[in-house]
């Protein structure tokens, strides 16, 4: 054979096997949505296999109200700031969400010292907001003591000025219901990656410094559910 017969014969493979990777995606999309539908009656409160999305220090307003719209729902939304720092912008989100104060707990499964208020939202519903006020302190230890207050079963951090892309939310339910016995965290993303953490391997671990030293079960799936750009 000729060097184009090897040619057409390598074209055509590619073909087929580009053909065999769509029917995969698909097949794959159509699996993520079958999940989010059997698993969206999991998601009812404290204890269950939803999602803490943590964020230390300033946050924007806009992207508070991108993580806590209707349409994201299934999780809770915990914030930790200093108050000498942001006690004005901590009383504003206070009235602005209704929060009411609860009593900061004197012990947990790690360390929670330098917490000096702490306040919930009042509906006990399946979107929650958490606001500790908190001596600043190292990003590790501030991530310890977020994840200390979580009530969900998989912390997310989230840097400042990251948004939730439209339908993130049930893209994350789903990887939780698909992974939660293979993997201990859960990397997703390709521009902005983010890690998904169960907490009892954090916890585990001692906190975050502990899970970037040992060897957990890790797992990849490429697809991006934030971005710097508001939706």
Do not use: K
């Amino acid at each position: 054979m000729s060097w184009l017969d090897y040619l057409f014969m390598g074209l055509g493979v590619a073909l087929i096997l580009y053909a065999l990777l769509r029917v995969w995606l698909a097949y794959r999309a159509n699996r993520l949505r079958r999940l989010v539908a059997l698993s969206s009656m999991l998601y009812r409160g404290e204890g269950c296999g939803g999602i803490s999305v943590v964020c230390t220090g300033a946050i924007d307003m806009a992207q508070l109200e991108n993580l806590v719209a209707p349409d994201n729902m299934g999780y809770e939304v915990v914030l930790l700031m200093d108050g000498d720092s942001y006690g004005r912008y901590m009383q504003r989100i206070v009235r602005r969400y209704a929060l009411f104060e609860v009593a900061v707990p004197r012990w947990s499964e790690l360390p929670v010292e330098g917490v000096r208020r702490v306040w919930r939202s009042r509906f006990d519903a399946l979107r929650r907001i958490t606001l500790i006020d908190r001596v600043e302190t190292t990003p590790v230890e501030e991530l310890d003591c977020a994840t200390a207050l979580c009530s969900m079963e998989y912390v997310m951090p989230l840097s400042s000025h990251l948004y939730l892309d439209r339908g993130a939310a049930d893209i994350l339910l789903s990887l939780v219901a698909e992974y939660e016995h293979s993997a201990e965290c859960i990397v997703c993303g390709i521009d902005e990656p983010v890690r998904l953490y169960r907490r009892a391997c954090v916890v585990r671990c001692g906190g975050f410094a502990g899970v970037a030293s040992e060897q957990i079960r890790r797992c990849y799936v490429p697809v991006d559910v934030v971005s710097h750009i508001a939706p």
